[in-house]
Structures are given as C-alpha cells and as structure tokens.
C-alpha cells in the first residue's frame, strides 16, 4: 500500500508492504496446521493371547485415538492405489470382517515399503502360531518438514517485505531515499540537480502495470516504491512529482511561486545551510553540502 504527502515544503511517498506481510503469515500459519495435523503415529498391535488388535494413531499436537477388534476378524491386507499428477501413491487397507479400513490415511511414494508391510500382516494371519504383531506407520517426519519448510518460507517472505519513504524536500533542495526493514535500513540522497525528469515506464513484457521512475542526468532511473495497474494513475503521481519538481513532463525546468530551485548560474550564491559559497561560473551546475539524515524523518 501507497500513501503520498503534499504540503509546501515536502512530497513524501511511503510504501507499505502489506502485501508481503500478509503473505508471509499465510504461509506461517500453513506450516503450523501442516505441523499440527499432518505428524502422527500409528500402530497396529495384535496379540493372540488377548485375542485382540488395536489400532492406536498419536498426534503430537491433537487428539489421540484407539481403535480395536477382535483378532479373529482380522483377514489380511491390502494396497491402496492414488493417481495424482506427481504419479502413482500407496496407502495401506486392513480387511476386517470382509470391510476395508485405512490403518492410516497417509500415502508414500515407495511401493516396496508398502509391499513388506503388507506381506507381514498377511504372515501373521496366515500362521496361528505367531503370538504378536506390531506394524508402525510413522508420518510424522512428513509433517513436520513440509511444515518447517511452509514456516521457513513464510519468514523469508515476510521479512522481506521493506517500509520505502522518498521524501522530495524544497527545503533541503533534495531527495532523500530511505527503506528499512528486520534486515537493516539502507539511506540515499540526490540533489535536485541531479534530477533530469520524471516519467511513466511500464512494467514486463505485457505492459499491463505502470511505475513513476525518477531519471538523473547520467541516465538512472529510480523507481518510486509503487506500481499501478492503470495508467492514469501512474499519470496522477508523475504529474503531482514533476510539479513539485518544477518541471514539466517533458523535463522542461520551471520556477514554482517562491521557491528558486534552479538558479541563475551568474547569480551569486550566499552562503546558507547546507550550501557551499561562492560564485557559480561558467555554468557549472550548483553544488549543495551534505543533507541532514534520513534518520531526522
């Protein structure tokens, strides 16, 4: 978001990046709920001298839960098949009494892990004489690394995100550059007469966003904090910029109601804050002294 100050003395344009902000909490708060529902741990164990099998799943950051069935109703296992644009994925069915029941609704990649387990459940049916089995299907690191991964990312993005103020000041015959974010803050300051014009460029090959752009005399361009999608917009600001400026839009100097911000280079130039004294000759452009610090703002 854009915010911009007119008043005699000062142009201030700020940006906020609220956008990045909110971004990056979107992506924080998507890995906490990948963290919170996507870690858990289920077991399945049977032990025939019970005579039952229990299906426990453990969540670190939710509600337990336990099922259970008589051991005799256990038939087998079987696997489940997902098609998805990233290839074919394997969950895991227990055929208890003729009906099939997820002992987890996670799928893999791996095929052959899925297989052994599989393999092993079937044994145990299959052999009366084995007194216990105990199958576990830990997901928890899944859910944790896609979850610290979203988390990381939402960081990176939000501290990205930097507060821009390029403040135009007729006092200071300058304009004084300032962005400041978690990573530090970066200051810059350009004469008045460094300034060659003010113009609208577009954005990307579609051109479909617009920019205010601040030309000095050697060529570079700045690029004022803010885009728009219309032009007229863009328009509205370079105009409110070059008027302030005193110049017109095709970069023509002009001298607004009392405020001499290109002098005469005959004209003497008295000594004054942030002035240096002497004579101007030969056309030579004005020097002014150092600015105050951004930091003043």
């Not at 201030?12 to 858990?40: C, D, K, N």
Request: aromatic letters at 8%; proline letters at 3%.
């Amino acid at each position: 978001m854009t915010s911009t100050k007119n008043t005699e003395r000062d142009l201030v344009v700020r940006q906020w990046p609220w956008f990045m902000w909110v971004l990056g909490l979107i992506f924080v708060g998507a890995g906490g709920l990948l963290a919170a529902t996507q870690t858990e741990q289920t077991t399945l164990l049977c032990q025939r001298g019970t005579g039952e099998c229990t299906v426990s799943v453990v969540r670190p950051f939710g509600a337990d839960e336990t099922r259970s069935f008589d051991i005799s109703h256990l038939q087998g296992a079987e696997l489940r098949l997902k098609q998805s644009r990233g290839g074919m994925s394997y969950g895991l069915n227990l055929v208890v009494r003729g009906h099939r029941m997820a002992l987890t609704e996670k799928y893999r990649s791996s095929r052959r892990a899925r297989d052994q387990t599989i393999e092993e459940i079937n044994s145990f049916v299959a052999d009366s004489e084995e007194s216990m089995l105990r199958v576990v299907e830990d997901d928890r690191w899944f859910g944790l690394v896609s979850g610290v991964l979203f988390i990381a990312l939402g960081l990176v993005v939000f501290v990205q995100g930097r507060i821009g103020q390029y403040r135009f000041s007729r006092h200071k015959r300058g304009l004084a550059i300032g962005t400041r974010g978690l990573l530090g803050r970066e200051d810059r300051e350009i004469p008045f007469d460094h300034i060659d014009r003010v113009r609208v460029g577009s954005m990307g090959n579609g051109r479909n966003s617009y920019r205010v752009e601040v030309v000095l005399h050697d060529g570079e361009a700045i690029s004022l904090p803010t885009s728009f999608v219309f032009r007229a917009r863009a328009d509205r600001l370079q105009r409110k910029v070059s008027s302030f400026l005193g110049r017109r839009e095709s970069g023509e100097k002009i001298e607004p109601k009392g405020v001499s911000l290109f002098p005469d280079p005959d004209d003497e130039v008295s000594s004054g804050p942030g002035e240096v004294a002497g004579d101007v000759e030969g056309g030579a452009r004005r020097e002014y002294g150092d600015f105050d610090s951004p930091s003043d703002w």
